[in-house]
């Protein structure tokens, strides 16, 4: 490690010193922020543009052996003199090798305090052997949740018999909020597959979970926060179940739903955490037209039995109170049968407009008499201001 | 090697003929260097000067003095209202030959000269301002169906005098875009005034030798314009002209507020020709922004056009000038 830290570092000042010896463009600015402290008058700046000609008449060429002549003669050091800081610069050099002394030659070091040390060796050990606190927290989540089903599935919702809190409820939602990846719940399907019953494929045993925990949520003796829990694991569930199902299978159920305005909008997650997977577009094909609404899933949508509704997108159907598909084909096809039947003439405004346009209007221009001047209701003009008069007057001899 | 020797001989020859003229003229002229310098450089140029100044500050002697160092052929047109066009182009009168019969000859007027003094060109009538047009721009008359070339090098060399505004017809502005420069003729210092008066009041030799003829001004002219600018300089002298539009990027405050029109590209010619002369004048072989702002008023004063306001506020344009002078960045 130290030695890759030296090589990157000689790289880097390398780096530095090519980039320091090849030649530079002088720009226009800069030329002449020099020129002017070296005061030559700008020679340099104007000789500096006629360096970067590729054609220079003999003008030119005096010009710049002239202007050559004078930066010779300059005294550079003495305008630009070099920053010194002895001190500074060993002090530096003696903290760097210091730093790569230290690096190379001294062991790693031990903590001072033994407690410490022995939390972490035993979190680098476990870190070692490739464990996660998310495995640790595997067995203990798998009693809690299931317990947790079967009261719920045999109507005492009392886990064990014993009230859970919702404390301890939050608590468990928690740790499973830790398990939220999809290989960990995965893991956690597994877990709790009935001993010889575990299938090949990992979502079928999630997915039966997720429906265990729907049913549950769906007991009436089931209190709200636990219900909330039980929705809360089955859509969790049923996510990683989908997410764990292989590719092929996933490209199908999204083709089917291509039938979109008849059918349903694809399963989604919650209107609050949507994804794009639960975008689905409908085309109006029946009205002949080629556009299409984007509509995302509303919140319950993921059991697939609710219409997609009439919104401006994002789940927009229940805040708006819309209607649904329905509404939306009956006032499409209204708009359309009333815009075939509206004839020329019939519309006051269309006709209207037609009149206008080809010269029928009752309106025409007529020269009215010239108007008489009435010196009587003339508007006197502004008066001038003292202190203009007398320039206003001598305008036209304008001075030269 | 040897070009640069050439070079380096015509800056030489230049500043040296340049520094002569200068000495020459300042025998019989005091106190008026930088008009003197910047006659001269409009001379080089192959430019017309308009000299404004309250009578008795030596505007025609200067003009005298310039035509006498200069060797060339010099004619005094004194401006008057009652002046015709025929009177300054010349006219074409009926001869008769020595055998009988008579025929047309062009009688040439006296804009037939290098150096023509317009004295209180502001006195005439429009018409025969605008006779001059032709001769300043394209240095020739066109007399009927006949067009004259006058002889080169020519200068018109106008006075006009900015208090006595009655029966005056202000030049139009095309007329006074012609001139190169317009420069003012101050009132001398007092220290000036002391050798004016030694000079005038005591019987002393004031004559001048003609130090440089027509064919070597011809050649100085020549040598002017072979001199480089560098663009970030020539796009220096350009936002100058430019700043004096009240619609450019580059105007001040001034501007906007009391110009109605900028300049014209002439003064953009102007200012980089007469900036090349400077800086020969000073033995360099380019020109700086210091050349160039050194030549910016007597280039840039009379080619802006105020506005309402700006007459009524008797704004002068050399305070707009020197605003855009201040506030332009050079870079």
């Given at each position: 490690?130290?030695l890759?830290?030296?090589?990157?570092?000689?790289?880097?000042l390398?780096?530095?010193?090519?980039?320091?010896r090849?030649?530079?463009?002088?720009?226009?600015?800069v030329?002449a922020?020099?020129?002017?402290?070296?005061?030559l008058?700008?020679?340099l700046r104007?000789a500096?543009?006629?360096?970067s000609r590729?054609?220079?008449?003999s003008w030119?060429?005096?010009?710049?052996?002239?202007a050559?002549r004078?930066?010779g003669d300059?005294?550079?050091?003495a305008l630009?003199p070099?920053?010194?800081?002895p001190?500074?610069?060993?002090?530096?050099?003696v903290?760097?090798?210091?730093?790569?002394?230290?690096?190379?030659f001294l062991?790693?070091?031990e903590s001072?305090?033994p407690?410490?040390?022995?939390?972490?060796?035993?979190?680098?050990a476990?870190?070692?052997?490739?464990i996660t606190d998310?495995?640790?927290l595997l067995?203990?989540?798998?009693?809690?949740?299931?317990a947790l089903?079967?009261?719920?599935?045999n109507?005492?919702?009392?886990p064990?018999?014993?009230?859970m809190?919702?404390t301890e409820?939050r608590?468990?939602?928690?740790?499973?909020?830790?398990?939220r990846?999809?290989g960990r719940l995965?893991?956690?399907?597994?877990?709790?597959?009935?001993?010889?019953g575990?299938s090949?494929?990992p979502?079928?045993e999630?997915t039966?979970?997720?429906?265990?925990?729907q049913?549950?949520a769906?007991?009436p003796a089931v209190?709200?926060d636990?219900r909330d829990?039980l929705q809360k694991?089955?859509?969790?569930m049923?996510?990683a179940a989908?997410?764990s199902?292989?590719?092929?299978?996933?490209?199908?159920e999204?083709?089917?739903?291509?039938d979109?305005?008849?059918?349903?909008?694809?399963?989604?997650?919650?209107?609050?955490?949507v994804d794009?997977s639960?975008?689905t577009?409908?085309?109006?094909?029946?009205?002949?037209?080629g556009a299409g609404?984007i509509?995302m899933g509303?919140?319950?949508?993921?059991?697939?039995k609710?219409?997609?509704?009439?919104?401006?997108?994002g789940?927009s159907?229940?805040?708006t109170?819309?209607?649904r598909?329905?509404d939306?084909?009956?006032?499409?096809?209204?708009?359309?049968?009333e815009?075939?039947t509206?004839?020329?003439?019939?519309?006051?405004?269309?006709?209207?407009r037609r009149?206008?346009?080809h010269g029928q209007a009752t309106?025409t221009?007529?020269?009215?008499?010239?108007?008489?001047?009435?010196?009587?209701?003339?508007?006197?003009?502004p008066?001038?201001?003292?202190s203009r008069?007398a320039?206003?007057q001598?305008?036209?001899?304008?001075?030269? | 090697?040897?070009?640069?020797?050439a070079v380096?001989q015509s800056?030489d020859?230049?500043?040296?003929?340049f520094?002569r003229?200068?000495e020459?003229?300042g025998?019989?002229?005091?106190?008026?260097?930088?008009?003197?310098?910047?006659?001269?450089t409009?001379?080089?140029?192959?430019g017309h000067?308009?000299l404004?100044?309250?009578?008795?500050?030596g505007?025609?002697?200067?003009?005298?003095t310039?035509a006498?160092v200069?060797?060339?052929?010099?004619?005094?047109?004194?401006?008057?209202?009652?002046l015709?066009?025929?009177?300054?182009?010349g006219?074409?009168?009926?001869?008769?030959h020595?055998?009988?019969?008579?025929?047309?000859?062009?009688?040439p007027?006296?804009i037939?000269?290098?150096?023509?003094?317009a004295?209180?060109i502001?006195?005439a009538?429009p018409?025969?301002q605008?006779?001059l047009?032709?001769a300043m721009?394209?240095?020739?008359?066109?007399?009927?169906?006949?067009?004259?070339?006058?002889?080169?090098?020519f200068?018109v060399?106008?006075?006009?005098n900015?208090?006595?505004m009655e029966?005056?017809?202000?030049l139009?502005e095309?007329q006074?875009?012609?001139?190169?420069f317009k420069?003012?003729?101050?009132?001398?210092?007092?220290e000036?005034?002391h050798?004016?008066i030694?000079?005038?009041?005591?019987?002393?030799d004031?004559?001048?030798?003609?130090?440089v003829?027509g064919p070597?001004?011809?050649e100085?002219?020549?040598?002017?314009?072979?001199v480089?600018?560098?663009?970030?300089?020539q796009?220096y002298?350009?936002?100058?002209?430019?700043?004096?539009h009240p619609?450019s990027?580059y105007a001040?405050?001034l501007v906007?507020?009391?110009?109605?029109?900028?300049a014209?590209?002439?003064a953009?010619q102007?200012i980089?020709?007469?900036a090349k002369?400077?800086?020969?004048?000073?033995g360099?072989?380019?020109v700086s922004i210091?050349?160039?702002?050194?030549?910016?008023?007597p280039a840039l004063r009379?080619?802006i056009?105020l506005?309402?306001?700006?007459?009524?506020?008797?704004?002068s344009?050399d305070?707009?000038?020197?605003?855009?002078l201040?506030?332009?960045?050079?870079?």
């Amino acid at each position: 490690m130290p030695l890759a830290a030296l090589g990157a570092a000689a790289v880097i000042l390398l780096g530095r010193v090519f980039f320091a010896r090849r030649e530079h463009t002088v720009s226009d600015a800069v030329a002449a922020g020099i020129d002017e402290t070296a005061g030559l008058g700008g020679e340099l700046r104007s000789a500096s543009w006629f360096a970067s000609r590729d054609t220079r008449d003999s003008w030119a060429d005096y010009h710049l052996g002239r202007a050559a002549r004078r930066l010779g003669d300059a005294d550079w050091r003495a305008l630009y003199p070099p920053i010194r800081a002895p001190r500074a610069k060993a002090v530096t050099a003696v903290l760097a090798i210091s730093t790569v002394a230290l690096a190379m030659f001294l062991p790693g070091r031990e903590s001072l305090w033994p407690g410490a040390s022995a939390k972490a060796a035993a979190a680098n050990a476990i870190r070692a052997k490739g464990i996660t606190d998310a495995d640790l927290l595997l067995p203990e989540v798998q009693k809690e949740l299931e317990a947790l089903l079967a009261a719920a599935e045999n109507g005492t919702a009392m886990p064990g018999g014993t009230p859970m809190t919702a404390t301890e409820l939050r608590s468990l939602i928690n740790r499973l909020n830790a398990l939220r990846d999809a290989g960990r719940l995965k893991d956690l399907a597994r877990a709790m597959a009935p001993p010889g019953g575990g299938s090949e494929e990992p979502s079928k045993e999630m997915t039966a979970i997720a429906e265990r925990a729907q049913k549950a949520a769906q007991s009436p003796a089931v209190a709200p926060d636990v219900r909330d829990t039980l929705q809360k694991v089955a859509e969790d569930m049923s996510d990683a179940a989908r997410a764990s199902q292989p590719p092929n299978q996933n490209a199908s159920e999204t083709t089917s739903s291509k039938d979109g305005q008849k059918s349903d909008a694809a399963p989604g997650k919650k209107g609050g955490d949507v994804d794009e997977s639960s975008i689905t577009s409908i085309s109006e094909a029946e009205t002949g037209g080629g556009a299409g609404v984007i509509m995302m899933g509303a919140k319950d949508e993921a059991s697939g039995k609710s219409s997609p509704g009439i919104g401006m997108g994002g789940g927009s159907a229940a805040r708006t109170d819309g209607g649904r598909m329905a509404d939306l084909e009956a006032a499409l096809r209204r708009e359309t049968i009333e815009a075939n039947t509206d004839n020329g003439g019939q519309n006051v405004q269309t006709e209207a407009r037609r009149k206008t346009e080809h010269g029928q209007a009752t309106v025409t221009y007529a020269h009215s008499a010239a108007g008489t001047f009435d010196r009587g209701r003339a508007v006197a003009p502004p008066p001038v201001p003292e202190s203009r008069r007398a320039a206003v007057q001598t305008y036209f001899i304008r001075p030269q | 090697m040897t070009t640069s020797i050439a070079v380096e001989q015509s800056i030489d020859q230049f500043r040296d003929r340049f520094l002569r003229i200068t000495e020459e003229v300042g025998r019989r002229i005091v106190g008026h260097e930088e008009v003197v310098n910047l006659t001269i450089t409009s001379l080089l140029a192959g430019g017309h000067v308009l000299l404004e100044g309250i009578p008795g500050v030596g505007k025609t002697s200067l003009v005298h003095t310039l035509a006498d160092v200069l060797h060339l052929t010099f004619s005094r047109i004194q401006f008057t209202p009652d002046l015709m066009p025929a009177d300054i182009v010349g006219t074409n009168i009926v001869q008769e030959h020595s055998h009988g019969g008579t025929f047309f000859e062009f009688q040439p007027g006296p804009i037939f000269a290098n150096v023509v003094l317009a004295d209180e060109i502001n006195r005439a009538t429009p018409k025969t301002q605008s006779a001059l047009l032709e001769a300043m721009q394209d240095v020739s008359v066109s007399v009927g169906k006949t067009t004259y070339r006058l002889e080169q090098p020519f200068l018109v060399l106008a006075t006009q005098n900015p208090l006595e505004m009655e029966g005056t017809y202000p030049l139009p502005e095309a007329q006074l875009d012609r001139f190169f420069f317009k420069l003012k003729v101050m009132y001398p210092s007092e220290e000036a005034m002391h050798q004016i008066i030694e000079r005038t009041t005591r019987d002393a030799d004031t004559t001048v030798t003609r130090v440089v003829d027509g064919p070597q001004l011809l050649e100085m002219r020549h040598i002017a314009r072979s001199v480089p600018i560098a663009r970030p300089v020539q796009a220096y002298a350009i936002r100058l002209a430019l700043g004096t539009h009240p619609a450019s990027p580059y105007a001040t405050p001034l501007v906007k507020k009391y110009v109605r029109y900028g300049a014209s590209p002439r003064a953009a010619q102007a200012i980089v020709l007469a900036a090349k002369i400077q800086a020969l004048n000073r033995g360099q072989a380019f020109v700086s922004i210091h050349d160039v702002r050194a030549v910016a008023l007597p280039a840039l004063r009379h080619r802006i056009l105020l506005n309402f306001e700006g007459e009524a506020d008797e704004t002068s344009t050399d305070t707009i000038v020197e605003e855009l002078l201040a506030g332009l960045s050079t870079e």
